[in-house]
Nanobody, 113 residues
Framework: QVQLVESGGGLVQAGGSLRLSCAAS????????MGWYRQAPGKQRELVAT??????NYADSVKGRFTISREYAKSTVYLQMNNLKPEDTAVYYC????????WGQGTQVTVSS
């Protein structure tokens, strides 16, 4: 069983930045892949970024603006979001794959124009 708790969402103007955090338990050492998904109103959930011990991957829509990283000491994964756009508005979900795929509760990000 993996528990994920996201934080860091909020309201920001276009062009601004936010950093999302995802605290995982047990330790992220035991998790193969961690990632972030998002779901905007009326749209399907989409993969934003993933991180493994070997690499990171990003959706085309966020490349060059978002950065996923992790801090083992705090068992936390981050999503740094820069140059935010109104179309980034969504509920952002942290995920962890350790056999099954686990989901956090989500955090709202709203970007105003």
């Amino acid at each position: 069983q993996v528990q994920l708790v996201e934080s860091g969402g909020g309201l920001v103007q276009a062009g601004g930045s936010l950093r999302l955090s995802c605290a995982a338990s047990p330790s992220i050492f035991s998790i193969n892949v961690m990632g972030w998904y998002r779901q905007a109103p009326g749209k399907q959930r989409e993969l934003v970024a993933t991180i493994t011990s070997a690499n990171t991957n990003y959706a085309d829509s966020v490349k060059g603006r978002f950065t996923i990283s992790r801090e083992y000491a705090k068992s936390t994964v981050y999503l740094q979001m820069n140059n935010l756009k109104p179309e980034d508005t969504a509920v952002y979900y942290c995920t962890a794959r350790r056999g099954a795929l686990y989901w956090g509760q989500g955090t709202q990000v709203t970007v105003s124009s």
